[in-house]
């Protein structure tokens, strides 16, 4: 059974920071691209940084470059997202999931739910 567990967020003031992980099982965690994706309340889910297999490839959308920094540890099976300058706009759940080097991210079966992610709520 795949398996995509996230932790790592919380509550934190403008400026401030967080680091995600997501522990992975179930797969060849090393043959995939893996990134985090995250959804605001009342939004569409979005694509935040995807980085490739066996890194040091990777994608960040336009609104975290250079602020958030994606890294994989591919001997633990875990994915990180460092989250820097946290700002209101950032507040969501994030997700990791496979995803591409062009920023589009995807589950492993059509269909299948991105699990239950880590909110992340940036005060200001």
């Known amino acids: 059974e795949v398996q995509l567990q996230a932790s790592g967020g919380g509550l934190v003031q403008a400026g401030g920071s967080l680091r ?14 893996l990134g985090w994706s995250r959804q605001a309340p009342g939004n569409r889910r979005e694509g935040v940084s995807c980085i490739g297999s066996e890194a040091p490839t ?12 994606i890294s994989r540890d591919n001997t633990k099976n875990t994915l990180y997202l460092q989250m820097n300058n946290l700002i209101p706009e950032d507040t969501a759940v994030y997700y990791c999931s496979p995803c591409t080097l062009g920023g589009d991210f995807y589950t492993f079966r059509d269909g299948d739910s991105y699990g239950r992610g880590t909110l992340v709520t940036v005060s200001s």
Do not use: P
């Open 20 to 33: 995600l992980s997501c522990v992975a099982s179930g797969f060849a965690f090393d043959d995939f691209a």
């Open 58 to 69: 990777t994608w960040n959308t336009d609104s975290v470059k250079g602020r958030f920094t």
